[in-house]
């Protein structure tokens, strides 16, 4: 273990609990984590495990194999100088296996998805990440996810708003930093959250029609990723750009060559 890697990781929880939000432009291989880590006011960044399996061929949902992502966010955590976090899914069926290699190749901190399992054995996966990272001796950031809003979409809101703050609790009580709650959430939804699981504490992705970071940090909010939005964002570039060559236009003015 050497004191940069070390130094990386309290900066990330550092960053996670300072009173500014948060904000990790989510990336999926070395190109893009070099353009964003070179933009200014990016202070750390994260993988999006959607956007790297899809760039490899893969369908979301832990398709790729452990060995394969693991050796993804491995080349990006070499890329930068920055802190970088890694969405590990729901741990491949060894969670704490899956952050130990992952640690392994310079990454600092973890998504990892309830996945809406009975609560006891969601707090079982959060707590063997927690052991995992302590060790290996360093300041592990884990954003603890639960999919509360992403599978509740046919149950009473309240009745999902409730299982959230349950779980995310429970997480923030076997050592997680952080309590993702991913999901288009309106601003009541967001206060609830933040009211129920603590200040600074709950995690959010931003998603198109989502509240603006301003009022998600006046609310609360600890921390803003995009997940496969920002893949989308680039493949809808390019898939425009390539409509226009073949209609007998031109590249786009202004384009940079950032590669």
Known sequence: MTNSFAAKATELLSLHRAPGILQVINVWDVITA???????????????????????????????????????????AAATSLPVSADLESGYGNPGEAARKAIGVGIVGANIEDQMRPLADAVTQMSSVVRAAEAEGIDFVLNARTDAFLKGKDRDPGAVLADAVERGRAFLDAGATTVFVPGLLDEATVKALVDGIGWNKVSVINVPGSLAPAKLQELGVARISYGPWTQRVALTALADTAAELLSGGELPGGTRALN
């Open 34 to 76: 070099k353009v964003v880590a070179d933009v200014p006011g990016t202070t750390a960044l994260a993988t999006a495990s959607h956007s790297i399996a899809a760039s490899l061929g893969y369908e979301d949902g832990e398709k790729i194999p452990l060995d394969e992502m693991i050796a993804a966010v491995g080349r990006i």
